[in-house]
C-alpha cells in the first residue's frame, strides 16, 4: 500500500458548520465479523448502501473515513454480479478511501487489518490489560474499517466477534446476542445484533475475561432489564454501588422525563486505560475504571459523588444522545450540555440540591470563565474546528448545561418537561440540531399546548452562537415617597476570537427582595401579571439596559439577585462588605448566601493581595473572622453547605479576576490565600477543634449525604487547623490516616501531610503505597497527592515519580495523577518564575503527541491563559508553545490548540 505512506506537510484543515451537507450515500445495515489478535486483527464488514435522495451531490463517488487501516480488499456486489476492485478502481491517501461512479444501491464488503497492541491513542479498536475495547466517538471508528464515519449515518450493526476462549471467554457487542459457537484452534463466536439504528460512533466491542456482577430492573411498563456490569475478577468487591446508581438513574428518567429503556439487557464494563470518563454506546457502555469501581476502603466521597453523576450521565445519553442523535459534530452540547443538565439534575434529587449548584458554578466559574475570556472561547455551538476531540469543553458541556438550565428557568418544569416530551419523539431515530432541540422547547410553551406562555427563544439562541460571559451591571434606586424600588440592569459581553460584536442574550435573572430580617418581601412588579404575590421571579433581561420596578415596597430592601445561578453571567456591580455579610449571613436563597460569602472573600483576600505587593503588613479583617465564626459555629446548617461556605475561592478563581494590563501575580496569591488560612484558623482554633471532634462518625461507611457531610466538616476543620504548622495537629492527622475505616479520611489526612513538613509525611506515604501497590485507581491517588503538594521541590519529586516502576506513560489516568495534577491543578508550582514547570509541560506534551494526542491536547491547556501572567512569565510560556509548533508531525490536537493559543 505504497500510496499510503506519503505524508503532507500543509497544515491540518478546518472543519466549519457552515460547508455541512447531507450524506451522498447512506448505509442501511453493517455486517462486521472481527476475528481478534492481539497484534493482526482482521475486520471484515459487509456495508448495504444507497445513495441518499436528498443529497445534491453532483458526483456518484463514495467517501468513506479510514485512518491507520490495512485495505486487504473490497468487493462490490451489485445487481449483475460481485467485482473485486483492484488499486486502478479507487483512491486512497491518509484519510479517505474513494469510489467512483458507484451504483445508486450495492454492497460492499471490505477487509481490512489493524493493530490494537500498538493503538496507545486508545481511539478505535485497543488491548488494555488484556482485555480488547473500543472508543468509536467522535472519529473512532474509522480506525477500525472504512465507513463514513458521520453521526448522521445511522444503520442497524450486526456484530460477530471470534477470539481465544481461554483468554477472552467474554465477547460483548451492542443489543441483543443472537447466536455463538466454538471453532478450531479453541476459538469461539458469538453474534450481536442490535435493533435500533445507530451511527457508528455508537458502536463499542469488549472482548476479555471478566467477573460479571448481574442485578435486574423491572420498568415502569413491566419490561425485565437484565443488568450486567463487567470488570477484572480482582475488581469483583467493587460494584455494589455502581449497580445502585444504576438502577436509581433508570427510576429517575422514568420519573424525571418519561424516559424508559429500551433493550433486554444493558451492559457496562471497566476498562483501565481510557481517554475520557464513560461512553453511551448503545446498550454497552464503556467506562474508565475509576468512574465506576468504588469500595469505602479505596474511593472517596468525591469518587461515589462522581460515580454516581457518570452512571447518570452515560445511561441518560440513551435518549438523549442515542435514540436522538447529533446531525454532525458541531451539535455536540444537543446531546451533551442536555445530558450533563439532566444528571446535573439527578445528583441533585439524590443528594443535596444546594450542593450540587454550588459544585456545579465552581466548575463553570474555575474553569468555563476562563476558557471563555482567552484564546480557545467557542460558542456552546461552535463555527469550525481542527480536531472535535479539542472541542469536548468545559464550554460544549457545562456552559451547554447551564444553557439548557436557562430554558428550564424560563419555561418552568411542567412546559420544559412538555418541550422534552416533543423533543424525544418529534426526532426518535433521527440525527438532528440545536434548532430541533430549541424549537421543541418552544413548542412545550406554545400556548395551543394549554399553558398561558408561549415562549420565543430566537433572540435565546444567541447563547448558542456567541462565545464570551456576559457581564451584568446593576443599580437601583428606591423611592420612599411611591414606596416603590427600580433595578437597573445592564449588560455586555467582551470581543472573543472571531466574535467581535455581541449581540444582546436573553438573560433570565432569578431576585427576590429581602427586609431588614432576612425574610422575602412578597413582589409586585410593575407591568408583569407573572410576578405578583411571589416570592421571587425571573427578569427577562433582553435589551441592553432594562429597568425594573417594584412596586408596594414598605423599605428599602436588599435584592438577592441571580438566585440559584440563574444564567451564567458575571455580575461586575460589586457591593459593600456590609451588604455581603448580610446576605452571607440571611439570604433565604442557598446558592446566594454561599456566594455572598465566596464574593466577601474574594473582595478581603484581592485587597491584601495588593497591600501584600506593596509590602504592607497584613491583617485580616474582623469582621470576616466574625462571620466566619457564626458560620462555622451554626449548628442549623447542613454540615456540607457549611464545608463550602467556609472554603475560599480557588487561586485559579483569584487569578482569573485579573483583566489583561494587571497580572495575576500567582505568588502573591499563594501567599494571601494562606495568610488568610492561617489567621481563621488562629482564632478560631478551638472552635475548629471542637467542630472536628463533634463531626466524627462511628460505624461503617455509608454513602449518603448526612455522613458525606459530616466527613466534609470535619475533613475542613482539620485542614484549617494544619495550617498552624503546630505538631499535634501533624500528630492529629496522622492518627486520622492510620485509624480511618475508608478512603475520604485517610486521602483527606494524606493529603493534608503532604502539604506541610513534619514528621509523619514520609512514613505515611510510604504505608500508603505498600498497602495500595496493587491497586491502580488507589496509586494514582499517590501520584495525584504527591503533585498536588505546596512544599518546596514538588516538581523535583514529580520528575523522581516519572521514574517510579508504578509510574507509566501509557495510562491516562496515571499521566492526569502525575503530570495533570502538577500543571493544572498545582498553579503555585506550575507558574514558578524560573520556567521550569512550563518546560517540564512541554516535554511531556511532545513525548506524549506521539502516543496519545488527546491526552497530550488535554495537558497543554496548561498554558492557554498564558497572556494573564507577567511578562517574564508570558515569555517564557509563549517560547515553550513556539518550541513545540515548531516540531514536525504534529497531532492535530495538539497543532490546534497551541495555534490558536498563541494566535
Ligand atoms: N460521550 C462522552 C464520552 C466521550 C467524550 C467520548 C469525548 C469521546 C470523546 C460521554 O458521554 C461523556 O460526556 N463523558 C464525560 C463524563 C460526563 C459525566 C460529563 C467524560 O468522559 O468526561
Ligand atoms: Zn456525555
Known sequence: MDSLTSESISEPNTIFLKNYTVPAYRVDTVILDFDLRETKTIVRSELKIHRNPESHASHHNLELNGQNLILLSIELILATGSQWLTENDYVIDDETLTIANVPNEFVIKITTEINPKENLALEGLYLSSNMFCTQCEAQGFRRITYFPDRPDVMSLFTVTIHANQDQFPILLSNGNKIDSGVESDNRHWVTWQDPFPKPCYLFALVAGDLYCKQDKFMTASGQTVDLYLYVEHENNHKCDHAIVCLKQAMKWD?????????????????????????????????????????????????????????????????????????????????????????????????????VQRIDDVNILRNAQFSQDAGPMAHPVRPQEYIEISNFYTVTVYNKGAEVVRMIHTLLGESNFRKGSDIYFERHDGQAVTVEDFVAAMESGSDSTNGSKINFDLKQFMNWYHQAGTPNIEFKEHYDAKKNSYSLTLQQSCAATPGQKIKNEFHIPIRVALLNLQGKTISLDLDGEDNCTNV?????????????????????????????????????????????????????????????????????????????????????????????????????????????????????????????????????????????????????????????????????????????????????????YLMELNNNNYYQLCADQFKQSNNMTDVMAALELLTNYENAYQADCLQTFYEQWQNDALVIDKWFAIQAMSRLPGTLDKVKTLLNHPAFTIKNPNRVRALIGRFCLGNIAHFHNEDGSGYQFLADQVLLLDKLNPQIAARLIQGFSQWRNYNENRQELMKNNLNRIISVDNLSKDVFEIVSKTLA
Request: hydrophobic share 40%; aromatic share 12%.
Open 254 to 354: 422514568e420519573d424525571t422525563f418519561g424516559r424508559e429503556y429500551d433493550l433486554d439487557n444493558f451492559m457496562i464494563v471497566a476498562v483501565n486505560d481510557f481517554n475520557m470518563g464513560a461512553m453511551e454506546n448503545k446498550g454497552l457502555n464503556i467506562f474508565n475504571s475509576s468512574c465506576v469501581l468504588a469500595s469505602p476502603e479505596t474511593s472517596t466521597d468525591a469518587d461515589y459523588y462522581r460515580i454516581q453523576g457518570i452512571i447518570g450521565h452515560e445511561y441518560f445519553h440513551n435518549w438523549s444522545g442515542n435514540r436522538v442523535t447529533c446531525r454532525d459534530w458541531f451539535q455536540l452540547s444537543l446531546k451533551e450540555g442536555f445530558t450533563v443538565f439532566r444528571d446535573q439534575q439527578f445528583s441533585s434529587d439524590m443528594n443535596s440540591a444546594a
Open 535 to 719: 416570592d421571587e421571579c425571573i427578569l427577562e433581561l433582553k435589551a441592553k439596559e432594562q429597568v425594573f420596578t417594584f412596586n408596594n415596597v414598605q423599605s428599602k430592601p436588599m435584592v438577592s439577585l441571580l438566585r440559584g445561578f440563574s444564567a451564567p453571567v458575571k455580575i461586575l456591580t460589586s457591593r459593600s462588605r456590609l451588604e455581603l455579610a448580610f446576605l452571607f449571613a440571611n439570604d433565604s436563597d442557598d446558592f446566594n448566601r454561599w456566594n455572598a460569602g465566596q464574593e466577601l472573600a474574594l473582595d478581603i483576600i484581592l485587597s491584601l493581595v495588593k497591600q501584600h505587593k506593596a509590602g504592607a503588613k497584613l491583617q485580616l479583617d474582623d469582621d470576616y473572622i466574625a462571620a466566619f465564626k457564626k458560620t462555622l459555629c451554626n449548628d442549623y446548617l447542613d454540615n456540607a453547605l457549611k464545608a463550602q461556605a467556609l472554603s475560599l475561592p480557588s487561586e485559579s478563581y483569584i487569578a482569573d479576576q485579573y483583566q489583561a494590563g494587571d497580572y495575576a501575580d500567582t505568588d502573591a496569591i499563594h501567599h494571601v490565600r494562606i495568610f488568610v488560612r492561617q489567621q481563621l484558623a488562629k482564632h478560631l482554633e478551638s472552635d475548629l477543634l471542637r467542630v472536628y471532634q463533634l463531626s466524627t462518625l462511628i460505624g461503617d461507611y455509608q454513602f449518603n449525604a448526612k455522613d458525606m457531610g459530616l466527613r466534609s466538616i470535619r475533613n475542613c476543620c482539620l485542614a
